[in-house]
């Protein structure tokens, strides 16, 4: 079975400042990856997804995330955040075969963005 | 904007109380889940249908009893809850091909008095 590993529950981080949001996965099959953004009181939204192809991928609000199959990650990145991407992030794995429509998910990063 | 719709975002409810949660989605999906988002845990995913059949129940206690009439809604039927049972409850929709990427609704604020 796929597993999904969020190491850092908290992440604080200076506006303006890069951040990284780790994920690490395991699985014995090949993956699809997703990052989701859980804004309060919202549901998740798609920041962004690797199916195949380049390992860096590139989604919405200034977010990318690198695959890196050797070391079976997807970290979340920005350059410079903002307050307004105060939010928690959730990473999520799908099996190509065998897995259904199951996705799993990691147990969420806040990212908390200060003045 | 999501292409996902929950009703209603927030519910307060007796452990004696009976409620239904309506989720519809307006992307043209053939699949819909229930999802259960507990403070502290992962998100716990509880009923899948594909194509209005039920293909997936993640052990869920029978007080919640899922609805799917079609491709595009989904209901969450409640009764005789327990206070462990507050919890957001996210619905989300998928296309079955490709990446099957699923796409989530707002949620529905369920607190169980």
């Known amino acids: 079975a796929q597993s999904v590993t969020q190491l850092d529950s908290q992440v604080p981080v200076f506006e303006e400042a890069p951040v990284e949001l780790r994920c690490n996965y395991s699985?014995?099959?090949?993956?699809?990856l997703f990052w989701y953004v859980q804004y309060p009181n919202q549901g998740l939204q798609l920041l962004l997804k690797?199916?195949?192809?380049?390992?860096l991928v590139k989604g919405i609000n200034g977010f990318e995330a690198e695959f890196n199959k050797s070391q079976t990650s997807f970290h979340l990145r920005k350059p410079s955040v903002h307050i307004s991407d105060t939010a928690e992030y959730f990473c999520?794995?799908?099996?190509?075969?065998?897995?259904?429509?199951?996705?799993?998910f990691g147990t969420g990063t806040q990212l908390k963005v200060e003045l | 904007e999501t292409g996902v719709t929950q009703t209603p975002r927030h519910l307060v409810m007796g452990m004696t109380n009976k409620k239904s949660l309506k989720c519809e989605q307006h992307?043209?999906?053939?699949?819909m889940y229930w999802y259960k988002q507990s403070a502290k845990k992962p998100l716990e995913l509880m009923f899948v249908?594909?194509?209005?059949?039920?293909?997936e129940n993640n052990s869920v206690p029978s007080r919640f009893s899922p609805e799917c009439p079609n491709s595009s809604h989904l209901f969450l039927h409640l009764h005789t809850l327990q206070p462990e049972d507050s919890a957001l409850y996210l619905c989300?929709?998928?296309?079955?091909?490709?990446?099957?990427?699923?796409?989530f609704g707002p949620g529905t604020r369920l607190t169980v008095l």
């Open positions: 690797y199916l195949s192809g380049s390992t």
């Open positions: 992307l043209g999906h053939n699949a």
């Open positions: 999520a794995v799908k099996v190509l075969t065998g897995g259904g429509n199951k996705l799993t």
């Open positions: 699985s014995s099959v090949s993956v699809y």
């Open positions: 989300a929709s998928s296309q079955l091909t490709g990446a099957d990427t699923q796409y």
């Open positions: 249908y594909n194509f209005k059949e039920q293909t």
